[in-house]
């Protein structure tokens, strides 16, 4: 009777596969995030420049 341990390695063309789709969903991840904080700096330059806008028009009596 084959041990546990043995039923539990995987040692076929799966393996490499599997890796390979690991790689490929940790990059896409990456990428995910990358864009995420490039569009969170988009809109934080507009957040910005709306805010300059109004401080430019408001006036604050003295």
């Known amino acids: 009777m084959p041990s546990p341990d ?20 940790r990059d896409e991840r990456a990428r995910e ?11 934080e330059m507009a957040k910005m420049s709306i805010t300059r806008e109004s401080l430019q028009t408001t006036t604050v009596p003295l």
């Not at 043995?6 to 969903?25: L, Y």
């Not at 995030?33 to 809109?43: I, M, R, S």
Request: no cysteine; glycine share 10%.
């Open 33 to 43: 995030a990358a864009a995420g904080e490039a569009e969170l700096d988009a809109v």
């Open 6 to 25: 043995a039923a539990a390695r995987h040692t076929g063309a799966g393996v490499a596969r599997r890796q390979a789709h690991h790689e490929r969903m």
